[in-house]
């Protein structure tokens, strides 16, 4: 069992809809919980981070983080064609060298 | 404030050969990640370098190494290049403090084919 999973989707959505990514994980131990985008042949973009559990939310991008599940999630309200990218979760562990492992990450696609 | 960048955009080598990639961390930043992203994986960590000293590595092999210089910045040395080898390159930079390291940030990363 990978430590997290992430449906790869693809996923493809008409602009205006609310989109829905989530991601799941075995390990108790992580603490801290990112969302990156990723547009093609780019680095990863932070976009929401959170510690423990709990809702966060900026703009348009809402995480929430489930720990008792081990199940963290991102909405995204008023999808627009910009946010088609690749989105990927990432968790890490609190000490050490606090590496992040990521989820395959989920290919978004925002239909004008 | 200058975010993380990479060096160089684009590599191609031979099989056996070796490469040097270059990161420079974001102003202000201390510590810096390696991470090795296959074509449609999440990245996964190499090893990160905090205070030139190596902090943590991940799954990789010895001939996977690197250096972090008084500057931050950063090297990632891959020796005798396999064909699986061939991936983007992430480098990631953030502060560690006596609590903890905050968010890592990552540069465009470097595309590494191997033929």
């Known amino acids: 069992q990978k430590e997290v999973e992430q449906d790869p989707g693809p996923l493809s959505v008409p602009e205006g809809a609310i989109v829905s990514l989530n991601c799941t994980y075995s390990n108790s131990a992580f603490q801290y919980f990112m969302w990156y985008r990723q547009y093609s042949r780019k680095g990863p973009e932070l976009l929401m981070y959170t510690y423990s559990s709990g809702n966060k939310e900026d703009g348009r991008f809402t995480a929430q983080v489930d720990k008792s599940s081990k199940y963290i999630s991102l909405f995204i309200r008023d999808s627009q064609p910009s946010d088609s990218a690749t989105y990927l979760c990432?968790?890490?562990?609190?000490?050490?060298?606090?590496?992040?492992?990521f989820g395959k990450g989920t290919k978004l696609t925002v239909n004008p | 404030e200058t975010g993380v960048t990479q060096s160089p955009t684009h590599l191609i080598k031979t099989r056996g050969q070796q490469v040097t990639l270059r990161c420079s961390s974001q102003?202000?930043?201390?510590?810096v990640s390696w991470y090795q992203q296959a074509l449609g994986q999440g990245p996964q960590f190499i090893f990160q370098?905090?205070?030139?000293?190596?902090?943590g590595r991940g799954n990789f092999p010895p001939r996977f190494s690197g250096l972090q210089f008084p500057n931050y910045s950063s090297e990632l040395n891959v020796n005798a290049l396999e064909l699986d080898d061939s991936a983007l390159y992430l480098c990631?930079?953030?502060?560690?403090?006596?609590?903890?390291?905050?968010?890592?940030?990552f540069g465009p990363g470097t595309r590494l084919t191997v033929l």
């Open positions: 370098y905090y205070r030139e000293e190596e902090n």
């Open positions: 102003s202000g930043h201390n510590t």
């Open positions: 990631a930079s953030s502060l560690k403090r006596g609590g903890g390291a905050d968010t890592q940030y």
């Open positions: 990432a968790m890490r562990f609190q000490g050490g060298s606090e590496k992040l492992v």
